[in-house]
């Protein structure tokens, strides 16, 4: 049974007997529930983390092979952006959207195709080594050539990515080539965590 919002409660004793004594109208405006019977404790947190992938198509790429978003902070060139993850979650769905001040396809130059991948390691390592990341590659692909101004919202539930509290996430979009004109070029980037 779903109780209403804004619900106000009373913690009264099981062995107290619940029969209504009152009019048929005050009966009427309460309701008792039982705890936890009544109550949904199934119900699902989310948290999402906006980040910005800066100089996007350059030819300064991270350890990851691609453009990672920055979560925060601004890092470094050449450094893998990410988050760390303080409790247990999975990755629930992954945007991303083009915010250069001129079209994809200007900056791209010819024909360039974009994939995105989801990388997960464990904190206290390094970074920037590659071989401590598990990459999982998501569906959606940009080919700058198709639209302006690119963007999307995938559901990435599917590819089962746990993160126990202590790990790192990260985002990273993969050109097929280094871009003609990426000066001060950017993409912005969410990525939703559901809490387990």
Known sequence: MAVPNGTRFIGISQEVDLTEKKSDYLNSLTQPYTFPDDFDLNVSSYLSYAGTMTNFGG????????????????????QVGFIIVSQDCK?????????????????????????????????????????????????????????PYPG??????????????GSVVAVTALSSAPFDNSTSLEANVIITLESV
């Not at 300064?60 to 050449?78: E, H, P, R």
């Not at 001040?101 to 080594?129: L, R």
């Open 59 to 78: 030819n300064q790429t991270s350890a990851l092979g691609g453009y990672t978003a920055d979560f925060g902070a601004v890092k470094s060139l050449n």
């Open 91 to 147: 990755v629930a769905s992954l945007g991303w959207q083009w915010c250069g001040n001129i079209q994809i396809s200007t900056a791209a130059g010819t024909n360039k195709s974009i994939g995105f991948k989801i990388s997960t390691a464990t904190v206290g390592n390094n970074m920037n080594n590659p071989s401590l990341w598990t990459d999982y590659y998501i569906t959606t692909m940009i080919n700058t050539d198709d639209d």
């Open 152 to 165: 999307f919202l995938e559901d990435v539930s599917a590819l089962n990515i746990d993160l126990p509290a």
